[in-house]
């Protein structure tokens, strides 16, 4: 299976057998001070620039996620998303836990995204697999759930099989 994510004049293909897509991460407050003052404000100048340099030095996706304390994740994310698109025409990843900031990145992204993401528990499947359906976006699963995170493989399998099966019935 191929997945494709599109941006203004652009696409990355991925899957089995194709090239290794590399996901530029820069795009996020945790652990970044200056970013999560910046965004606390309301600018955007070092995401705009974090987009293009990554985009320069070869990411094929860009991540973006404005999530810190004191940021309105519902006003920012979609503001964000449209200065990366300004600063870079490769695709993005929508990055966010909260479901209704991700719908109004997905209300301003014209192309095909990529859903940072979704994962086992009941409300992330419930609130994030509508949205993928309803923007014909990829999605990444994380093979956790109310429990936490699997110390085992089969554990993990079975949830990423509980994701799969509860997506294809969208």
Known sequence: MVTILTGRDCEVKFGLGLPTVIIGERINPTGRKKLAE???EGKLNIAKEDARKQAEAGADIIDVNV???GVDEEEMLPRAVKKVMEA???PICID???PMAI???LEVYPYKALINSVNGEERSMEKILP???ESA???VCLTMDEKGIP???ETRVNVAKRIIQRAESF
């Open 88 to 90: 870079t025409s490769k």
């Open 131 to 133: 949205l993928v359906k």
């Open 151 to 153: 110390n085992d493989v």
């Open 103 to 105: 719908k109004k990145a």
């Open 67 to 69: 999530g810190a304390v």
């Open 38 to 40: 910046e965004l606390k």
């Open 137 to 139: 976006s990829a999605v």
């Open 96 to 98: 966010s836990a909260n």
